[in-house]
């Protein structure tokens, strides 16, 4: 665990993001990224999956559909995408083909036992969102989960889904009260781009320190289970 500042407010609102940070996915994302390639004539092994692949890899975080914007020009083929890119990735998550990042639940737990709100988000749909939760049993586990559609349809790395979060749960009374975490470096600027107190990126995930750094993280989690105890030290500072 790397602190790259010594001090941190006391944080009442946790905003965790899902695959790669509390959820273990064994590279569906990319599995999936493979069905919607096909629906578009894209097929494995040619340079334009390769470099399509590339781009996924470097946003992950970001909102499905916004990526898929980008990559197949037009709305209409984008949401073709998008679609078969949620189904094959719900057919995987039905196999059994996701786990918790361990220790994920247990620091979940802890937070709420703290006196901290967890909100789960993520850059997938609901449906693909409510599937992972249904596999996971983690349908209780926090008070709030939010999709980009559920902040206005734009995901990470803008600030919406954490400030969706601060005002649907009222659990913090300033931004500063607020803890964002997430693998990505898009997690990150999320909770820098709305003015989160801690920001911290985890290595169980995508993207790894130098991109953490670059994106303003205040801190760095070999895990998500180190955080409950990072908060303590910082409410106890």
């Not at 990319?30 to 894209?42: K, P, T």
């Not at 400030?163 to 600027?189: E, I, W």
Request: one cysteine or more; charged letters at 25%; a negative charge.
């Amino acid at each position: 665990m790397n602190h790259m500042t010594t001090a941190a407010p006391d944080i009442r609102l946790v905003v965790l993001d899902m695959a790669g940070t509390t959820v273990a996915d064994g590279g569906l994302v990319e599995r999936a990224f493979d069905s919607a390639a096909r629906e578009l004539g894209v097929e494995p092994g040619t340079p334009d999956h390769a470099e399509k692949l590339d781009h996924v890899r470097a946003t992950m975080g970001e909102s499905k559909i916004s990526v898929f914007r980008h990559l197949f020009g037009t709305e209409e083929r984008a949401r073709r995408a998008n679609a078969a890119f949620e189904k094959a990735y719900g057919e995987l998550v039905d196999g059994g083909l996701v786990a918790p990042v361990p220790g994920a639940r247990e620091a979940i737990e802890e937070l709420a036992a703290d006196g901290r709100t967890t909100v789960l988000t993520t850059g997938f749909a609901r449906v693909t969102q409510d599937a992972v939760l249904d596999a996971l049993g983690w349908r209780d586990l926090v008070p709030l989960t939010l999709c980009p559609a559920d902040a206005g349809g734009r995901g990470r790395p803008y600030p919406d889904l954490v400030l969706a979060a601060f005002l649907r749960t009222g659990a913090a009374d300033a931004l500063a009260q607020v803890a964002v975490v997430g693998d990505t470096s898009y997690d990150v600027l999320s909770g820098v781009r709305a003015g989160a107190g801690l920001v911290a990126g985890v290595r169980t995930g995508a993207h790894g320190d130098d991109a953490f750094r670059a994106a303003g993280a205040t801190h760095v989690l070999d895990s998500v289970a180190g955080l409950p105890a990072l908060l303590r030290g910082a409410a106890g500072r």
